[in-house]
């Protein structure tokens, strides 16, 4: 697992790319110049890796654009040491980037495949993300509130368990729709449903959130405590 002086090169022109493209926030683009982002992917794909593609990995799943993980995160308007929830962990790279802004991330997974795979691979990265195998739907009621919640995936509506595990003021990420979805930020500025402020940003295509429960490996729950 090498980071060469090539790959470097890759990564920082695809941050110049990123800036040009919208992305505007300094704390987003340091952690992608330093997220190896080839480092998640199939040895095969390591020549694609710094272009602002989507990417297959394993489970019919896909690891998302730059553009797009860059657009979501700035979205979140996170400021270093805050707790986040992630639904989705997939190839772990979007759980990478939030690590690498100083953020405390928990993750959830429901495909046992991507789990078994990329919670190590995280480890051996040394980023020190909570990683556990579990239904999205649901997320981790049993540690929050928290301050962000970023979803991955594409969504039919808001699952509700995730706004009530979202603090007062916290702000939520999530592609919300069918087929295709629009990007959507919800602020979170009380219990009711008309203290939500509900922003959209645009259309954008992400793999299904599945609506299936997988227990939870509480074995196994914490990654690098």
């Known amino acids: ?3 060469t002086f090539k790959h470097q090169g890759w990564r920082m022109q695809m941050v110049k790319q990123l800036r040009e493209k919208g992305i505007f926030s300094d704390a987003v683009l340091d952690a992608m110049s330093k997220v190896p982002r080839h480092l998640f992917l199939e040895t095969a794909l390591d020549y694609m890796a710094y272009e602002d593609k989507a990417l ?5 799943q896909t690891i998302s654009q730059p553009s797009t993980v860059a657009f979501q995160t700035e979205l979140l308007d996170c400021k270093a040491d805050m707790k986040v929830l992630e639904v989705g962990t997939g190839s772990g790279y979007q759980t990478a980037v939030l690590c690498a802004m100083g953020l405390r991330v928990f993750s959830v997974e429901r495909q046992m495949e991507l789990y078994d795979i990329t919670k190590p691979l995280l480890a051996k990265l040394k980023y020190r993300a ?10 981790l009621p049993e540690y929050a509130p928290f301050d962000r919640i970023i979803i991955t995936c594409g969504a039919p509506e808001v699952p509700q368990a995730l706004l009530d595990q979202l603090k007062t003021g916290g702000i939520m990420v999530i592609p919300i729709g069918g087929k295709n979805q629009e990007m959507t ?5 009380g219990d009711k449903p008309e203290d939500l402020l509900i922003q959209h940003y645009g ?23």
């Open 130 to 139: 909570k990683c556990f195998l579990g239904d999205g739907y649901a997320g």
């Open 185 to 189: 930020r919800i602020t979170k500025n």
């Open 1 to 3: 697992m090498q980071d």
């Open 203 to 225: 259309d954008c295509s992400f793999v299904p959130m599945l609506n299936k429960t997988v227990p939870v490996d509480r074995k196994t729950k914490l990654l690098n405590d």
């Open 56 to 60: 297959p990995i394993r489970c019919g």
